[in-house]
């Protein structure tokens, strides 16, 4: 573990190496889990605001499913979730033409009708993190056999899952932040990939 400012990052997530390839797992990490996806205080008003324009993205088994228990749903082991369809699927889910399940929040950000790609906790996958008083841990934790792929994908083009996650950390923590572990990286880690 190394502290960076407010956080504890596993060495993992320097050390190892990942790049989903959709190809492969066909996006299944978000049909593939105990729940819907984590998501923090804030992004509830979020999703308040931008539902009815996300809405027309919406699988019609997700758009049943959202009206059936809401927009977003309180789990007691993982605190606010999306829903999930039958305890699989994330309603916000979809499948596309190549039959990769997509996000309705993140299409609707790449067509600039939204200002909000998607849940943090989606973007940063596979980083976990548990939020402690004073720390926020951040764990690498992929899918032993749907993230296989992306794990030999980062392996083959040599990136490791913080410079992976770079977009997603910067929005999460600032650009200080990430330029920080950066740092620490070549110091460390980068010698050591080197060697």
């Known amino acids: 573990m190394i502290v960076i400012e407010h956080t504890l990052v ?17 996006g ?9 996806a984590p998501l923090e205080t804030a992004e509830l008003d979020i999703i308040n605001e931008v539902y009815e324009i996300v809405k027309p993205y919406l699988a019609p088994d997700g758009l049943r499913e959202i009206e059936r228990v809401g927009r977003y749903q309180y789990d007691k082991e993982f605190g606010w979730v999306t829903p999930a369809v039958n305890g699989g699927i994330c309603a916000y889910g979809y499948h596309d033409d ?42 690498y934790e992929p899918r032993e056999v749907l993230c296989a792929p992306a794990c030999v994908l980062g392996k083959k083009l040599k990136v490791p899952v913080y410079q992976f996650l770079k977009e997603a950390l910067i929005r999460k923590y600032g650009q200080e932040y990430y330029e920080g572990l950066d740092a620490y990286y070549h110091q460390y880690h980068g010698k050591n990939q080197a060697g």
């Open 10 to 26: 596993s060495d993992e997530v320097l050390e190892e190496q990942f790049v989903c390839d959709l190809n492969k797992c066909k």
């Open 28 to 36: 299944g990490c978000c049909e593939d889990g105990d729940t819907g």
């Open 98 to 139: 190549k039959g990769i399940l997509k996000c309705a929040f993140e299409q609707a950000y790449n067509d600039g009708k939204i200002n909000w790609k998607k849940p943090i906790s989606c973007h940063l996958f596979p980083i976990r993190i548990k939020s402690g008083k004073e720390y926020d841990m951040l764990n």
